[in-house]
Every structure is written in C-alpha cells, then in structure tokens.
C-alpha cells in the first residue's frame, strides 16, 4: 500500500532507519532545512499487507518561475531515494511508477532520483575493480523505462567508504604510509583537535569560506550552514571537530550520522600552519569518535567522476584515499522526463543558470574573505 506519511518528524525518521540505503539526506531534519528554501516536503511511503514499511521516499519539490513568475509547474527531487530493496524487482518498479504518478500530479517537469545503489568497487577497468551486477541491472532498466542519466548530478555520482568495523590497528595498518606519518607528525606538532560548541557554527562558516574561496568552490550564504549544522548538532545527528595548534583553530569538520552511516560533508582549513597537517589527525581522531558512536561505514562523500588527475577533485581524492577508503561507483542521479519539450528547455537553461549563480557565489565568497 502506498500512501502519504503522515506522522511525526520522529516517527519518519525511526521508520526509514532500518531501510537498505537509509541516508542523512532522507531524514526529516535536511527537508527541514530544505523547506526554508523554497523546496516542499512530500514524505511517501510504501507498506506490506502486514502494515510494515517496504519503501520510502522524502521527496522535495519546487516551483518553476518564469520572468519572476509562477509558471503552476514543478520539479520533483529524491535526494539520495527512494530507499529500497532494490533487488526486489517488484517492489522497485511499483515505488518507481508511484513516484512518476505523483509528480504528474503535481504538474512536475520530471522527477529526479539519486538512490545510493553501487555499479562498482574501485577504478573501472583496474586490476582489483568490480563490477555490481544488481547496480548495473537498475541503470539498464531505466533507461528502457524512460529515465535517462542526469546531465545535473546533484550529489556526488562516487565515493570512498571505510568499514569501522575493524579495529584501530588495521584502520592504521590500510592508510597509505604518508597518511599515518602525517597523522603522527600532527600529534608532535601540537595539534590538539577537540568537538565543536553549538554556537561555534559562525567560527566554522568563516573558515569555511576561507577554504571555498582558496580553493575555487562555491558554497551557499553562512545562514544557511549555520541553520543546517545548529539543527543536526542539536538532534545529535552530527558533530564538529576543529583542530587547533597554540590555542589557534587551523581545520575543522562536520561529520553527519544517520542509520549506523556517517558522511564528511564539510571540510575546512585555514592558511596557518599547513605544515603541521591537522586535517590528517582531524580525520583520525573522527574515525575514531565514529566507532564509539557504533558508526559502521565512514563515507568520505565524493570522488572524480573519471579518475585521473585532470579532474578538480583529483587532490581531494587523493587525500581521502590516504585514509584507506574503497572507491565505490553508483548508478548516480537519473531523469525521468514527465514534460519531454519543458525538461528539454529546463535543462538548456539551467546549466547557463548555475554557472552564473556559481560566479557570483564564488565573488561573495571572496568580499566575505577578503
């Protein structure tokens, strides 16, 4: 039976905990936040004869304006959903059309799903990679259902994961040998890395803003981060580290957990003091408050679309991969297109959109900083 969810923020949260694929970006806590920035929340649900949950997805829409205008059209958006059994065949295809039916509906231009189903462990095509054949079955079926692979990938299409499951030692034992030497000439430098206050989150936006800007990346305006982290610290859905050398803060992170998961979303550092890399002891002394949380997988959040040194976040990638992370490749965000000649339209002009909207955020980051 598929209905709409109608209970609390509690409730919605302890139901899809135990779900495959249950992720931080389902929760009830980021529609939130979502909700104060133009997105509508429409949590769905899918139950078995017998009243248990099957399937479920928060989805978030949004308006279309046109000229300043509303256009009564919609986009339709499952971050990191539905959450499934996707080897249920049955069950996949029923909580697919569900959703398409909905968004048509709500006068939606096209629905866009993003679910985390692998398609491979490590580099395509290298000695030790393979293949998901469950990952590689959902992309093929749709694509002959319609859905096409997203031009706009939303969220990162790969990532790194640790399994905490193993003990301190062999965590040490997996990184590369510059990632425990760099952890440890950390420690001799001073480097002393402790949890974040609630009210810090203006110390962490700051420096966040310092990294954007020196690294080339947009981020959003610091009410939004501070409103998103002052939220899930005060659930206890993450927590922030900063690390610091003569009573100065030099890096800092926020790690999000949800399910037995946790995500390295934000990460951060100043100018001062690289050479004492405390962005290495900051993830180790992570990993390690993770596993007293009972976290059993660490995702690092992100990897190169193509693995080589020309993509940007190829630098990045390197340094997460120093934490002995397997690389893992999933089908990545589809489309299914509702309003074929609008979603045509939509997705001409929206990229042109957001590289505007990128240059101007990457100026406000550097009269913030500058």
């Known amino acids: 039976m598929f209905s709409q969810f109608r209970g609390t923020p509690e409730t919605w949260n302890k139901l899809i905990a135990p779900l495959p694929g249950a992720h931080v970006l389902q929760t009830w806590e980021w529609a939130q936040v979502k909700s104060r920035h133009g997105w509508q929340l429409l949590p769905l649900v899918w139950q078995g004869r017998n009243g248990e949950t099957l399937a479920a997805a928060m989805a978030l829409m949004r308006s279309v304006r046109l000229a300043g205008r509303e256009t009564g059209l919609r986009v339709f958006y499952v971050p990191k959903g539905p959450l499934l059994d996707w080897q249920d065949g049955g069950l996949r295809r029923q909580v697919l059309s569900d959703l398409a039916e909905q968004a048509r509906r709500k006068r939606a231009i096209f629905v866009k799903i993003d679910a985390d189903v692998p398609v491979g462990f490590g580099f395509a095509g290298q000695e030790g990679s393979a293949d998901a054949a469950l990952g590689l079955a959902v992309q093929a079926e749709l694509g002959e259902s319609g859905w096409r692979?997203?031009?706009?990938?939303?969220?990162?299409?790969?990532?790194?994961?640790?399994?905490?499951?193993?003990?301190?030692?062999?965590?040490?034992?997996?990184?590369?040998?510059?990632?425990?030497?760099?952890?440890?000439?950390?420690?001799?430098?001073?480097?002393?890395?402790?949890?974040?206050?609630?009210?810090?989150?203006?110390?962490?936006?700051?420096?966040?803003?310092?990294?954007?800007?020196?690294?080339?990346?947009?981020?959003?305006?610091?009410?939004?981060?501070?409103?998103?982290?002052?939220?899930?610290?005060?659930?206890?859905?993450?927590?922030a580290l900063i690390a610091e050398a003569e009573g100065k803060p030099l890096a800092a992170l926020v790690i999000f957990h949800f399910a037995g998961r946790a995500w390295y979303m934000h990460g951060m550092s100043t100018q001062a003091q690289r050479e004492k890399m405390p962005n290495y002891l900051l993830q180790w002394e992570a990993i390690r408050r993770l596993k007293r949380l009972g976290i059993e997988t660490y995702d690092l959040w992100g990897a190169p679309d193509e693995f080589n040194e020309s993509d940007p976040m190829w630098g990045v990638f390197r340094f997460k991969e120093g934490l002995g992370g397997q690389v893992v490749r999933h089908i990545g965000a589809w489309d299914l297109p509702l309003r074929p000649m609008l979603y045509r339209l939509y997705t001409h002009i929206l990229p042109r959109l957001l590289d505007v909207m990128r240059r101007r955020g990457i100026e406000r980051t550097r009269h913030l900083v500058g």
């Not at 790969?158 to 301190?168: A, G, Q, R, V, Y």
């Not at 952890?183 to 936006?205: F, M, Q």
């Open 149 to 239: 692979l997203s031009e706009e990938q939303i969220q990162f299409r790969n990532t790194l994961t640790l399994d905490l499951s193993k003990d301190e030692e062999m965590l040490l034992a997996q990184m590369k040998q510059k990632t425990r030497y760099n952890i440890r000439l950390a420690e001799r430098k001073g480097v002393r890395v402790r949890v974040a206050e609630v009210d810090e989150t203006g110390l962490l936006y700051r420096i966040y803003a310092e990294t954007a800007h020196r690294d080339g990346f947009v981020i959003r305006e610091g009410a939004y981060y501070e409103a998103l982290w002052r939220l899930f610290f005060k659930n206890r859905l993450a927590e």
